[in-house]
Each structure stands twice: as C-alpha cells, then as structure tokens.
Nanobody, 121 residues
Framework: QVQLVESGGGLVQPGGSLKLSCAAS????????MGWYRQAPGKQRELVAA???????NYADSVKGRFTISREYAKNMVYLQMNSVKPEDTAVYYC???????????????WGQGTQVTVSS
C-alpha cells in the first residue's frame, strides 16, 4: 500500500517561513514527478510546485521567488520551503506523486491527506 504523508503545516505570520515535508512509503517501483498542490476554501485545487525525476521544477506564478521545491530521491521525499508567506497562501497543502506501483505498470497519481497552512497575524 503506497502512502504519502505530509508534515510541517501550521500557523505562520505574514512574511514568515514554513517548510513542508512529504514522504512516500510502501512498495512501489519508481516515482516520476512529485509536487505540491493547495486548495483554499471555496476554490479549486491548484498546482503550487512540482519537480521531476530529473530535477526540473515548475512553479505557480503566485509563488515564484518565494517557494522552493526540492527532493531527496534516496528517501522518496519532497519538500516545500515557503518564504515570505502571505495570507493568500492559506490553504490545505497536498503532496502528489506520479508513481508506478510495480515494474511495467502505468504511472498513477497518488495523494497525501493534506496539511493545513494558515498565514495570519
């Protein structure tokens, strides 16, 4: 059973920093892209940042220059360093992995349970 488990969410003041972590566990063959999405109340889930197996990154325009995504490939982990946070960054943040459960299988989307990030003074 593949699991993605996020940690690191919480309450942070505007202008502050927070680091989210996500670990993929269980039995699987390989992971392609890992990323972070977020969903604010009343809004659709949106891509925040993603990083491929080759280290290529992609960011939403709203977080460019403030957030940094990184991976520890050997540990199957992905991180999101959030700096200069704003109230509009408040959302539930979800970890996502494009993952092949076994050799020869298709890559499928897996999701974590989400972690709340609240930016408020």
């Amino acid at each position: 059973q593949v699991q993605l488990v996020e940690s690191g969410g919480g309450l942070v003041q505007p202008g502050g920093s927070l680091k989210l972590s996500c670990a993929a566990s269980g039995r699987f063959f390989s992971i392609n892209t890992m990323g972070w999405y977020r969903q604010a109340p009343g809004k659709q889930r949106e891509l925040v940042a993603a990083i491929t197996s080759l280290g290529r990154t992609n960011y939403a325009d709203s977080v460019k220059g403030r957030f940094t995504i990184s991976r520890e490939y050997a540990k199957n982990m992905v991180y999101l360093q959030m700096n200069s946070v704003k109230p509009e960054d408040t959302a539930v943040y979800y970890c996502n992995a494009d993952l092949a459960p076994s050799l020869g299988s298709s890559y499928l989307d897996y999701w974590g349970q989400g972690t709340q990030v609240t930016v408020s003074s």
